[in-house]
T-cell receptor, first 112, second 113 residues
Framework: GNSVTQMEGPVTLSEEAFLTINCTYTATGYPSLFWYVQYPGEGLQLLLKATKADDKGSNKGFEATYRKETTSFHLEKGSVQVSDSAVYFCALPENQGGKLIFGQGTELSVKP | EPEVTQTPSHQVTQMGQEVILRCVPISNHLYFYWYRQILGQKVEFLVSFYNNEISEKSEIFDDQFSVERPDGSNFTLKIRSTKLEDSAMYFC???????????FGPGTRLTVL
């Protein structure tokens, strides 16, 4: 079945640093890909998505490009803020209308 | 903006008791899900529900669990006899079906004592 692997955390950065969180996947076909974010004490929020190869999803300064050649969907941000401190999950569906498969989550801590 | 809501936000129960977790999905969505997250761990799929029946369930979703859509708006998860290891954050999600974008509720933190 489909699967996703994320880089392990925690990741600690200083404010305004560049962020990359790696995510690679294995899948049948070309499913949509997602990044979800979980702020401390809160639920999961969709951060961004890409629905086909070479699509770039973006939101709140974060970007991720759907790369089928490398089966990757790395999350990037040029300049992180303290408020970006959260756990980030890469995810993809197992099949149409089916469950989401989540990566193990990467905790990001941004220091002032 | 439409959102998924869940109640209660926190439920404390004694081992062996029944609990019902409630969710109101986004109104025009067709697919409904429950996931759980044990503290500090991965988000795990429990069950999906479509067209008034379970479409898929995980190994976690044993006979102690059941789901129901009792009316046109609510979607419930029942745990018949809670165990200590059921303590987790339970998330409800819904999806319109296309592209599988799922919208999550804020979660119910279940604590079994």
């Amino acid at each position: 079945g489909n699967s996703v692997t994320q880089m392990e955390g925690p990741v600690t950065l200083s404010e305004e640093a560049f962020l990359t969180i790696n995510c690679t996947y294995t899948a049948t076909g070309y499913p949509s890909l997602f990044w979800y974010v979980q702020y401390p004490g809160e639920g999961l929020q969709l951060l961004l998505k890409a629905t086909k190869a070479d699509d770039k999803g973006s939101n709140k300064g974060f970007e991720a490009t759907y790369r089928k050649e490398t089966t990757s969907f790395h999350l990037e941000k040029g300049s992180v803020q303290v408020s970006d401190s959260a756990v980030y999950f890469c995810a993809l569906p197992e099949n149409q209308g089916g469950k989401l498969i989540f990566g193990q989550g990467t905790e990001l801590s941004v220091k002032p | 903006e439409p959102e998924v809501t869940q109640t209660p936000s926190h439920q404390v129960t004694q081992m062996g008791q029944e609990v019902i977790l409630r969710c109101v999905p986004i109104s025009n969505h067709l697919y409904f899900y429950w996931y759980r997250q044990i503290l500090g761990q991965k988000v795990e799929f429990l069950v999906s529900f479509y067209n008034n029946e379970i479409s898929e369930k995980s190994e976690i979703f044993d006979d102690q669990f059941s789901v129901e859509r009792p009316d046109g708006s609510n979607f419930t998860l029942k745990i018949r006899s809670t165990k200590l290891e059921d303590s987790a954050m339970y998330f409800c999600a819904s999806s319109g079906g296309s592209y599988n974008e799922q919208f999550f509720g804020p979660g119910t933190r279940l604590t079994v004592l």
